[in-house]
Each structure stands twice: as C-alpha cells, then as structure tokens.
C-alpha cells in the first residue's frame, strides 16, 4: 500500500505538478464555494487526504461560515494533519473522519451535498484539473 502520508509532500514542492494542480483545483473550488445559494453550504471531499484543497480556501472565504464540511479519509496520520489544520484556522465546522470513502456508509449521515470534491491519488498527479470539474445546476 503506497505511503499517502508522504505523498502529500509533493505539495510542499510550488514547482511541483501536484502544487500547480493544486492551485487550480483551489480557485474551482472558491468559485463553486462563491456560486452556492445563500444560506449553508453542505461541502463533502472524499479521499481528502490531509485537506489542502478544502483546509487552503475555506480560512480566507467570504462563505467561510457557511460552509459544513465533511472531509472523508482512511490514513490515520492525514487524518491528523487535516484535523490540526482545520483547528488552527478556526474551522469549526469542518469535520474530517477516519473512514473509508469508497463505502457510502462513510458519509451516508451527510447527504445530500452542494459541493462534493473526488479525488483520485493515484491520477492526481497525471491528469490536468481543468477537465475534472463540473458544474450541475441546482
């Protein structure tokens, strides 16, 4: 089983394909945070890893408050890493479990959502962003 803890260190790297992906898939994410309806914003991420997608655009967000998220993980340690981020920002309503997001049991108590975020590690780093985002009318 590959070492998602470490994976993430990519990220750290702003040359990186990962760190550049990254970027795109935190302004999609603002705009479709932007673009919500009033009121609360039901954002779920599935295979969040350790959240930098999420944990990166929420603490500088207009719909900061709005948003309850869900990030949905399996490795313990990033897990713990989203945790802390999400408490060092003064995220409240952000949870993140220790579960595994293939199994609709992990999030079945958060459904429905206005945001859902998928991701693929293993294609992450090979596939652009801008063709995985779509958006779906109310």
Do not use: I
């Amino acid at each position: 089983m590959p070492d998602w803890h470490a994976w993430h260190e990519s990220y750290d790297d702003p040359g990186s394909l990962l760190s550049e992906r990254l970027a795109v898939v935190r302004a999609h994410l603002s705009d479709a945070l932007a673009g919500t309806a009033a009121g609360e914003v039901r954002l779920r991420s599935l295979c969040a890893g350790q959240g930098h997608d999420v944990l990166g655009v929420l603490p500088d967000h207009s719909r900061r408050d709005d948003v309850a998220a869900v990030l949905v993980e399996a490795d313990s340690r990033n897990v713990s890493a989203a945790c802390l981020r999400a408490h060092a920002s003064g995220l409240s309503r952000v949870e993140v479990r220790q579960a595994d997001a293939g199994l609709v049991a992990s999030y079945a108590d958060k459904l429905p959502v206005d945001v859902l975020l998928l991701c693929a590690p293993r294609l992450a780093a090979a596939l652009p962003a801008e063709p995985l985002f779509t958006f779906l009318p109310s």
